[in-house]
């Protein structure tokens, strides 16, 4: 990059927009696009599934490839798609590249709904999966002739461990398979894993690029060897998108960074607070220096969001634990995360995992951090502390 190229900030703010006039594409609510005659239809027929052209709502409009635009931008990819929530785009993608058969390795730090998909679509289809190590360090040990792809999450989901994703794809274009990652919780922009060697990235954009819990989607890009059987996959499950949320996704993703940034800040903050005390045992966090993929998340990860997990000590018992979650007044207790409020769930690790013995783990919650004001979410954090966990040391 010469210097004069303008940072990921500025290009994510000029991606999918109009060359001139307003400063949105306006919303392109559609299903049907009239033709001037028979000649022009034939033609953009036979060519909509190479190029981008308006034919039918339910291949884009407008709308959708304007965010299209941008998350190409974001990604660094050569095309993407969005879909009704991250979920059904996970699911695409894997229904894309994988076929009776064939054989898929996934992370044990999977999202933990895609292990019900494997163990009951995948199977009811005739593809194995196994999994591995949420490090990637017994990777290449687990591949087969029959492996398809290599399905990562870096970092992966609750305990946020990085794998080192440059090695992973030369392992698997040695063996002529394709990697695709969750980048769910880098958004394409504290984490770009096609530029680490991926081909395929997949985002809940439900979380961070909505940024705002009024959004669900999925999105993915690839690189241009990948491309086709997503394309062809896409229009055969008539997946799609509403115009108005495409707009909605787009007005998120504008302030992305900023929103990173202070996530990031915050959740640092409350990070060390929380290893200050006596009530913790662990927390998972790799921007924390302690934290195990520390080196890869610093090599790799251009900052940190506002997800962090927390293990407390031994001696304190699930139910104090649940006080606590049910005390605390500013963490909302529900799924999902990204918004810009801040969230807690109690995470049950032993459930979400295949691999090893999580039952000698103490009890384990997960916080997102949100952008109020950081020493209230401590502060809050102190009172719930204090008022519903045992005394420690
Ligand atoms: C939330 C999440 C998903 C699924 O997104 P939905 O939009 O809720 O279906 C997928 N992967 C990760 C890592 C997530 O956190």
Not at 109 to 114: F, K, L, Q, R, S
Not at 119 to 148: C, H, M, V, W
Not at 186 to 215: E, W
């Amino acid at each position: 990059m010469s210097s004069n190229d303008p940072a990921p900030q500025t290009r994510l703010l000029r991606a999918g927009r109009p060359h001139k006039g307003w400063v949105n594409t306006p919303v392109t609510r559609a299903s049907t696009y009239i033709f001037e005659n028979v000649a022009q239809w034939r033609d953009v027929r036979a060519r909509r599934g190479d190029e981008r052209l308006a034919s039918y709502g339910a291949r884009g409009t407008d709308s959708t490839f304007a965010l299209e635009d941008a998350l190409i931008e974001l990604e660094g990819g050569y095309r993407a798609k969005a879909y009704c929530t991250g979920q059904a785009a996970i699911a695409i993608v894997l229904l894309s590249y994988l076929r009776a058969g064939d054989h898929l390795l996934l992370t044990d730090g999977v999202y933990e709904p895609v292990r019900r998909f494997c163990k009951e679509q995948l199977t009811r289809l005739g593809i194995e999966f196994t999994y591995f190590l949420p490090d990637g360090s017994d990777i290449a040990e687990k591949i087969r002739p029959n492996t398809r792809l290599i399905y990562v999450e870096s970092p992966a989901s609750l305990t946020y461990d990085m794998l080192d994703l440059p090695a992973v794809a030369e392992l698997a274009r040695k063996h002529d398979c394709l990697v695709a990652a969750d980048n769910t919780w880098g958004s394409g922009y504290l984490y770009r894993p096609l530029d680490l060697g991926a081909d395929i990235s997949v985002c809940a954009a439900t979380k961070y690029l909505s940024g705002h819990a009024d959004i669900m989607m999925g999105t993915v890009v690839t690189n241009k060897r990948a491309w086709q059987p997503l394309e062809d996959a896409t229009v055969d499950f008539g997946q799609t998108i509403g115009a108005d949320d495409a707009f909605l996704m787009l007005r998120g993703i504008r302030s992305l960074p900023l929103r990173l940034a202070a996530h990031g800040k915050a959740c640092l903050q409350v990070a060390q607070w929380l290893q200050q005390r006596p009530e913790v045992a662990r927390v998972y966090c790799p921007a924390l220096p302690e934290d195990p993929g520390h080196a890869l998340w610093k090599r790799d990860c251009t900052g940190q969001n506002g997800l962090l997990t927390i293990e407390f000590v031994p001696a304190i018992d699930a139910a104090s634990v649940e006080r606590l979650i049910d005390s605390l007044q500013l963490f909302g207790l529900g799924a999902s995360w990204g918004g810009f409020e801040s969230l807690v769930i109690p995470v049950n690790i032993g459930a979400a995992r295949s691999i090893g013995d999580w039952s000698k783990h103490g009890a384990m919650i997960r916080l997102h951090i949100g952008l109020e004001d950081t020493n209230d979410l401590i502060n809050d954090l102190e009172q719930a502390m204090h008022s519903c966990l045992p005394r420690i040391g």
